[in-house]
């Protein structure tokens, strides 16, 4: 099972996908119920945190690799570290048996994120593409820092002869601590790109 937290604005009266960013709050709210209930069944013996910024290939990855019955995937950016410890708070209660594991995906070429990012349907502000893709891989260095949870972490790259997303893991430095330092240092330099271009990043 997967809850893509972008699909569910579909499901808000009067959306409107030109103002996607006016409606990702009550859209967060509707998949946020929604793992709560799946949690309840009990059912779920892996659960799969997604992480990285808006137009990095998550929703693509996990469809093509995640779609398992036995699986929950939580499809979202990870931006927030407070909204993941309530979420572990929820799989304490109702599914403390499950094995939780956070998937990070990386883009090769940010500028082709960035395009893919304009060219959607959905449409949000710049600095949402910026903060989505410093902040998830902030949070994911907090995790961790601050956790024993299994982090994997992909590199995604589209491929124009087959016209699709590739994926890599990447296996570099088994060091938690140091792979911490490496996110960090990727969301200082993706923040010093927006501040080139003033974009303002909180």
Do not use: C, W
């Amino acid at each position: 099972m997967i809850i893509e937290v972008d699909e569910y604005k579909k499901k808000i009266p009067n959306y409107n996908a030109e103002k996607s960013e006016d409606f990702h709050r009550e859209s967060a709210k509707l998949a946020d119920k929604d793992f709560i209930k799946h949690l309840k069944t009990k059912k779920y013996k892996r659960i799969i945190f997604m992480a990285g910024g808006t137009a990095s290939g998550k929703t693509e990855y996990s469809t093509s690799y995640l779609i398992n019955k036995d699986q929950l995937v939580y499809d979202g950016t990870l931006k927030n570290i407070n909204g993941f410890n309530i979420k572990l708070k929820h799989i304490n209660k109702y599914s403390n048996e499950s094995k939780v594991k956070v998937v990070l995906i990386i883009p090769i070429n940010l500028s082709t994120s960035y395009n893919v990012f304009h060219a959607r349907e959905r449409k949000m502000r710049d600095e949402v593409f910026f903060e989505t893709q410093i902040k998830s891989k902030e949070t994911v260095a907090q995790i961790l820092r601050e956790t024993k949870i299994k982090v994997e972490i992909y590199s995604s790259a589209y491929e124009e002869k087959k016209d699709k997303l590739s994926f890599k893991r990447l296996t570099g430095s088994r060091n938690r601590k140091m792979t911490a330092k490496l996110l960090d240092y990727l969301a200082s330099e993706i923040r010093n790109i927006a501040k080139r271009n003033n974009f303002t990043i909180k």
